[in-house]
């Protein structure tokens, strides 16, 4: 079941752009999409919450670490659906994909963690598979965007370092779940504050474009981060972190048959270098100690 649920976080984050790219499609901002998703996911974990009677109190310290780290949770959610104005979205989610690589070298860096080969050898992967995603032609011979792809490894880094102030933050007594039920909260608010300062707010025209809001927020938001937490529950976090390489595969997959993005050498190299590279960073420790043994 452990398993089950991991592949499953995984695969409905790759949905995003089988619900975004439609409302991008239909004329709404991605400002606006952005906002629905976060203010439905927030509604949807509040009454998911309070009907198993969960406890809503948390100390203003702890709130305001929350509604900071949530200003990178935003960002980079803003910074995915930007790019898919550049980006084949199979392309953009694996280079979002690189966050777990960043978060280790953001662990290196500022909170001296223990460099090594694994980690090197990470590096030249994901250089090289992002040198092989930005490199490739796209459909018709067009290069891929590399403003996208700018967009996107941004995208990632802010990822990352949410990921790393949750961790540091130190947020105690407070469940996983109620913790993103309150960085829902504060993106919703932090993106409808941005549509409306920048002009990019509209309301949903139709009952198809609010369906597909709220499959977004329900399957992309609620669903992934419910399931992901019962998943580390029963696997632990290293082996759910694995199986994310579910997410690029699974948005390559809907961009390929949905989508008709384009399909080449190129996009099946870079995937295979970054989803290497994270693997290599997510097992590495366990890869240095069999190797060991098998020295001695």
Not at 238 to 253: F, I, K, N, R
Request: positive net charge; contains cysteine.
């Amino acid at each position: 079941m452990g398993f089950f649920l991991g592949l499953l976080s995984s695969a409905t984050f790759g949905l995003i752009p089988l619900f975004t790219l439609p409302l991008l499609h239909a004329g709404v901002t991605a400002e606006s999409a952005l906002f629905y998703r976060f203010c439905i996911a927030s509604i949807t974990l509040w009454g998911l919450l309070a009907a198993r009677g969960e406890c809503f109190r948390a100390r203003g310290v702890d709130l305001c670490k929350l509604a900071g780290l949530s200003i990178m949770y935003m960002l980079a959610a803003l910074l995915f659906f930007w790019a898919f104005s550049y980006l084949p979205s199979g392309v953009a989610a694996t280079l979002q994909f690189l966050y777990p690589v960043m978060v280790m070298l953001i662990m290196i860096v500022f909170f001296h963690e223990r460099f090594s080969w694994t980690i090197a050898l990470s590096i030249v992967l994901a250089v090289s598979g992002v040198a092989l995603l930005s490199g490739g032609p796209s459909d018709g011979g067009r290069s891929i965007s590399l403003l996208g792809v700018g967009m996107m490894l941004l995208s990632a880094l802010c990822n990352s370092l949410y990921i790393v102030g949750i961790q540091t933050a130190r947020i105690p007594n407070m469940s996983g779940l109620v913790m993103t039920f309150y960085v829902m909260l504060f993106s919703a608010v932090l993106s409808l504050v941005n549509a409306l300062c920048t002009g990019r707010f509209q309301a949903l025209s139709s009952w198809r474009e609010l369906g597909i809001a709220a499959l977004l927020a329900v399957v992309t938001a609620v669903m992934s981060n419910l399931t992901l937490i019962l998943a580390i529950q029963r696997i632990g976090s290293t082996m759910t972190s694995v199986l994310g390489v579910m997410e690029p595969l699974t948005a390559v997959t809907v961009g390929i048959l949905v989508f008709g993005e384009p399909f080449s050498p190129s996009l099946a190299g870079g995937v295979a270098l970054i989803a290497a590279s994270v693997l290599l960073v997510m097992l590495g420790r366990q890869i240095r100690t069999v190797l060991r043994k098998f020295r001695a």
